[in-house]
């Protein structure tokens, strides 16, 4: 493995959260290098069912290292309470460490991005409402607080009273309650004080992992489509879930990246806005959604179905340049006689294989070629070569379309359901 990157290559939600507690049993780091709670990463395994919003998939592995990197946006209290939540299913959270680089997430972050929302009416970007955004935003305009400023308490609390004389203001503008600042600042520093020494400078770490060999696993967020720069613009989330925002969110050099898995879905989801060209409204997608439970594992939000985009997950290869696909959810297709599978799109009368910007992509329509599909259930099949012919060739044109070898295919939720 030395260093994987584990990236989504469509819209989010493709099943990452698995293959990253899969590849965690053999690593020795686990870290996560972009974006905050707004993730939900579902893991399933002898454990229980487990949706990690901050903490990396790898925490299930009692010896590997797991790493909340400098590039995330931390709110502190959220990750006491799902290490609080782990703990309380047997599960060590010793060797967690955040990075004393990432950034705070803090109250007024939270508040400010549900207050946006509300004030971008029909044109919302459709984001969890946990902060996020207004958080990256602060790191961008320089009035980000990161979390190593906690450790000197008196500085702290004015770093909070100061950000807060400006927060508040646009805070009453929407009609909302001002924040307090020694109770936020209250709030932030028991959160804190419950981490201890688990907030750390990560580099020596990072840094004594890769020159050691160690294996090492960086775990992305959300998908291509929703990379800040390459994404649908600006329905897109605030960081670089590409393998590229890998290096610097961790803190690894780029080119000691060695692997880059692109996980996509068997067919498409996503939640929020945004142009998804291969969208199944209506009934067909309402049957779709319900039989392969597509709701937001942060939200419960309903997620938006569609059949699988080759021009989405080839656009997400071209910019990460996969070693290799994990596909998840093929057993859910084996309900279907026929699938259609979207290899191009029509624009303005002509057929093309790019990603157009979010304005254009709103007029493209897919181009479908139709696969046969093979109708039955796959939890029993052992072995890739024991796949239906017809569920072979649907992962050959996948291959083909997206231009990079399959190494793995989920057929069911749980850890082991996965052919190698
Ligand atoms: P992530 O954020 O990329 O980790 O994805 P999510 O956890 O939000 O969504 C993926 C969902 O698919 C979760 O409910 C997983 O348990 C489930 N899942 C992952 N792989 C498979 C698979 O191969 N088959 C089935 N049926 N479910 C899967």
């Excluded at 009692?62 to 782990?86: D, F, H, Q, T």
């Excluded at 044109?123 to 958080?135: I, S």
């Excluded at 649907?394 to 070898?405: H, R």
Aim: proline residues 5%.
């Amino acid at each position: 493995m030395p260093v994987t990157a584990v990236v989504g290559a469509q819209w989010g939600d493709e099943g990452k959260g698995k293959i990253t507690d899969l590849l965690a049993q053999e690593a020795d780091v686990v870290i996560r290098y972009q974006g905050g709670n707004n993730a939900g990463h579902t893991v399933v395994n002898q454990h229980g069912t487990f949706k990690l919003h901050l903490v990396p998939s790898g925490i299930f592995n009692p010896s590997a290292l797991c790493i909340v990197g400098p590039g995330m946006v931390v709110n502190l209290e959220v990750l006491c309470e799902e290490l609080a939540n782990l703990e309380a299913h047997g599960i060590s959270t010793a060797n967690l460490r955040v990075s004393d680089r990432a950034h705070l997430l803090m109250p007024w972050h939270t508040l400010l991005d549900r207050l946006d929302e509300r004030e971008r009416g029909r044109q919302k970007l459709g984001t969890t409402g946990q902060g996020v955004g207004p958080a990256y935003a602060d790191k961008v305009a320089r009035h980000g607080i990161q979390v190593y400023e906690v450790r000197d308490e008196r500085r702290f609390r004015a770093r909070v009273a100061h950000e807060l004389e400006t927060k508040n203001k646009v805070i009453e503008r929407f009609g909302d309650a001002p924040l307090d600042a020694i109770a936020v600042a209250d709030r932030v520093l028991r959160a804190a004080a419950t981490l201890g020494d688990r907030i750390a400078d990560t580099l020596p770490l990072v840094e004594h992992a890769v020159r050691t060999d160690a294996r090492v696993l960086l775990e992305g967020q959300l998908g291509a489509m929703r990379d800040l720069d390459w994404g649908i613009y600006p329905y897109v989330t605030s960081s670089n879930p590409l393998a590229g925002g890998a290096s610097i969110g961790a803190g690894i050099p780029a080119r000691c990246i060695t692997k880059v898995i692109g996980v996509v879905k068997a067919y498409s989801t996503a939640v929020g806005e945004g142009p998804f060209p291969t969208e199944m409204k209506g009934r067909d997608g309402d049957a779709l959604r319900e039989m392969a439970n597509e709701y937001g594992a942060t939200t419960g939000r309903p997620r938006r179905v569609g059949w699988f985009d080759a021009v989405a997950a080839r656009h997400a290869h071209r910019l990460n340049a996969f070693t290799e696909i994990a596909v998840t959810k093929l057993d859910v297709l084996g309900a279907y006689e026929t699938i259609p599978f979207c290899v191009a799109y029509e624009l303005d009368g002509r057929r093309t294989t790019d990603m157009p910007p979010t304005q254009v992509l709103e007029r493209a329509t897919p181009i479908y070629e139709t696969c046969t599909g093979w109708r039955t259930a796959l939890d029993s099949v052992g072995d890739r070569a024991h796949l239906p012919a017809e569920a072979r060739q649907y992962l050959a044109k996948i291959e083909q379309t997206v231009g990079a070898p399959i190494g793995m295919v989920g057929i069911g939720p749980e850890r082991a359901a996965i052919l190698l």
